[in-house]
């Protein structure tokens, strides 16, 4: 049985910690919030570590993030405690994960979660902010990726990246956050990251990037 890949949903805080959880019939379902008519199920999440606990057991562990609109708790059992201890309090971290409710709390258990370069979360909000808006206003539209397996970025956004890198490099290299903010649609983010894995583009100092050559 083909088990159906769920997309990893981009979206501010304050827009999932008070919905209801819900799980529909089947073995295999999922447990989502409904939001704007999507069903999400899983969230990719940019955001800092503002309090993390571990039991003197070393059993169970959380890590409550905020990323500028809301706070949500990651919570982790057993084995996977160890994530808690590496990550402190300020730490940007990115994490993948899958949405749950106990009690009155919604929750994420993490797919996985890591320390991340604080600029992404500059870069994150630019991207919400650009597409839908300040997290203050109640409505929030969601921005959504597939999760890695699925597929990367089209070539028209990395395009557009090296274009205007092309055209804005006065020879220090161009602002990230201004290529966020020029680019209208895509996953900028993700077009950035994967051109500078694969040595397209590099970073003469942090939070810019210039073309290879």
Not at 123 to 137: C, F, N, V, W
Not at 158 to 167: F, G, P, V, Y
């Amino acid at each position: 049985m083909e088990i159906k890949r769920h997309v990893a949903y981009k979206v501010w805080l304050k827009e999932i910690i008070n919905q209801e959880v819900k799980r529909d019939e089947g073995e295999f379902s999922p447990y989502y919030v409904l939001f704007q008519d999507k069903k999400i199920s899983k969230l990719n999440i940019i955001a800092t570590v503002v309090e993390k606990y571990v039991n003197n057991e070393k059993t169970y562990g959380s890590v409550t993030l905020d990323d500028g609109s809301g706070m949500i708790r990651i919570k982790l059992w057993h084995s996977d405690v160890k994530v808690v201890e590496q990550v402190e309090l300020g730490d940007i971290v990115i994490v993948v994960g899958r949405v749950r409710r106990s009690g009155r709390e919604n929750y994420i258990i993490p797919d996985f979660m890591k320390k991340y370069d604080p600029l992404w979360l500059k870069i994150r909000q630019a991207e919400l902010i650009k597409l839908y808006g300040s997290p203050e206003p109640k409505q929030v539209q969601i921005v959504y990726e597939t999760i890695a397996e699925e597929g990367s970025v089209t070539g028209s956004v990395r395009q557009e990246i090296l274009n205007l890198i092309d055209k804005m490099d006065k020879g220090n290299g161009v602002d990230m956050i201004e290529l966020v903010e020029n680019i209208p649609d895509g996953d900028v983010e993700e077009a950035i990251q994967e051109l500078l894995a694969e040595g397209e583009i590099f970073n003469p100092k942090p939070g810019k990037v210039k073309l290879i050559g």
